[in-house]
């Protein structure tokens, strides 16, 4: 199975990417989670993405698509993956198009107010990326991560003003995925406003 996790910031496509891949034995190949180690490293990508990152902005679709494209050549895809955060613009979907075969979108459905909420108390492991939530998933000790004991940090681009600026990226540049991918019939929706149990349900019901 071949499928892409679509749908806004804090929508909690990483969450459930990581759960389902884990129980599907698939990787969760995160565009998000490779920028963000290229910055934690100081690599050369690292430091072309860390501004566009804080600002909330799109790393250019030639390098996005790169990175990729280079990540799909591993053998570990051999049984699917789950995309996460990518595509995001229609020039990133085409660009896929031209060399895999995608199976199932899953649209992950959800309010404004919900993903400022969300991200606004997010918080995430500094070794580990497990993610958590002060008030819907708290750790069980405060700062520190239950499965591996790192530490936990606010993003740099879960400011107020950074999720603002995700969202209207989102709206512009990449809702317009919802409608490129139902008219090839691959999109499902799921609501995502209540619990990753709730969402790994309705994914799983999809996936079969
Ligand atoms: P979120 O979904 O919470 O906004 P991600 O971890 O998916 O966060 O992405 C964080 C940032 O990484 C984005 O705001 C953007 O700057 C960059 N990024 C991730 N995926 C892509 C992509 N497919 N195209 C362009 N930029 C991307």
């Given at each position: 199975?071949?499928?892409?996790?679509?749908?806004?910031?804090?929508?909690?496509?990483?969450?459930?990417?990581?759960?389902?891949g884990?129980?599907?034995?698939?990787?969760?190949?995160?565009?998000?989670?490779?920028?963000?180690?290229?910055v934690?490293e100081?690599s050369?990508?690292?430091?072309?993405?860390?501004?566009i990152?804080?600002?909330?902005e799109?790393?250019?679709?030639?390098?996005?698509?790169?990175?990729?494209k280079?990540?799909?050549?591993l053998?570990?895809?051999?049984?699917?993956?789950i995309l996460?955060?990518f595509?995001?613009?229609?020039?990133?979907?085409?660009?896929?198009?031209?060399?895999?075969?995608?199976?199932?979108?899953?649209?992950?459905k959800i309010?404004?107010?919900?993903?400022?909420r969300?991200?606004?108390?997010?918080?995430v492991?500094?070794?580990?990326?497990?993610i958590?939530?002060?008030?819907?998933?708290?750790?069980?000790?405060?700062g520190?991560?239950d499965?591996?004991?790192?530490?936990?940090?606010?993003?740099?681009?879960?400011?107020?003003e950074s999720?603002?600026?995700?969202?209207?990226?989102?709206?512009?540049?990449t809702e317009?995925?919802?409608?490129?991918?139902?008219?090839?019939?691959?999109l499902?929706?799921?609501?995502?406003?209540?619990?990753?149990?709730?969402?790994?349900?309705?994914?799983?019901?999809l996936?079969?």
């Amino acid at each position: 199975m071949n499928l892409i996790f679509l749908g806004a910031p804090g929508a909690g496509k990483g969450t459930l990417a990581t759960q389902l891949g884990k129980e599907y034995e698939i990787p969760q190949i995160s565009t998000g989670d490779i920028f963000r180690s290229a910055v934690k490293e100081g690599s050369e990508l690292g430091r072309k993405v860390q501004g566009i990152m804080e600002k909330g902005e799109l790393v250019p679709d030639a390098l996005t698509v790169e990175l990729v494209k280079e990540r799909l050549t591993l053998q570990d895809v051999q049984n699917g993956y789950i995309l996460d955060g990518f595509p995001r613009t229609i020039a990133q979907a085409d660009a896929l198009a031209a060399f895999q075969k995608i199976d199932m979108v899953i649209n992950f459905k959800i309010s404004d107010d919900v993903v400022i909420r969300r991200l606004s108390g997010r918080r995430v492991c500094r070794s580990c990326g497990a993610i958590y939530h002060v008030e819907n998933m708290p750790p069980k000790v405060e700062g520190k991560c239950d499965k591996c004991g790192g530490e936990l940090y606010t993003r740099d681009d879960d400011t107020i003003e950074s999720i603002k600026n995700r969202l209207r990226v989102y709206k512009e540049q990449t809702e317009p995925l919802i409608a490129y991918y139902s008219g090839e019939g691959l999109l499902r929706d799921i609501d995502s406003a209540t619990s990753p149990e709730h969402s790994l349900a309705q994914i799983k019901s999809l996936v079969k």
